[in-house]
């Protein structure tokens, strides 16, 4: 019976790879999803001005009715903007509201969240620190 507990204990050993079990649980604790995330996966512009355009939320992968929430985004340098384009989340990105943006429109004084791209997923450690 001991030499059967002995076999399992270096099978167990060897199948870590020379990890320890704490190191394994380390890394997986480490990456959780942002929760600064918006449920957005596209925009679409509507207004282009020297350092950013204005486009709205798409709010579904039919992107012909993107008619939701007004935002700011910063253009970014060697990109080219246009009416009507298109704004894809990038890939291992979310859209993260972090300020606001207030102009003036024919409806008068207008207050919008500005976007920037964040990562889906951060370091657990990372989430402890801003707490």
Not at 17 to 24: D, K, P, V, Y
Not at 64 to 87: A, P, R, W
Not at 96 to 125: A, C, M, Q
Request: aromatic share 14%; proline share 2%; with cysteine.
């Amino acid at each position: 019976m001991k030499y059967c507990f002995l076999l399992l204990f270096l099978f167990l050993i060897g199948c870590f790879n020379g990890e320890s079990l704490e190191e394994i649980n380390k890394a997986s604790s480490k990456i959780v999803l942002n929760e600064k995330c918006e449920n957005v996966s596209a925009f679409e512009v509507f207004q282009v001005l020297d350092k950013f355009v204005l486009a709205h939320t798409c709010d579904s992968n039919d992107y012909k009715f993107c008619s939701g929430l007004v935002v700011y985004i910063m253009k970014e340098k060697n990109k080219i903007y246009y009416n009507d384009q298109i704004i894809h989340v990038p890939d291992g990105k979310c859209p993260e509201y972090y300020d606001t943006f207030t102009y003036e429109s024919s409806l008068g004084s207008r207050t919008v969240p500005k976007v920037k791209w964040s990562h889906k997923e951060i370091h657990n450690s990372a989430k402890k620190q801003e707490k």
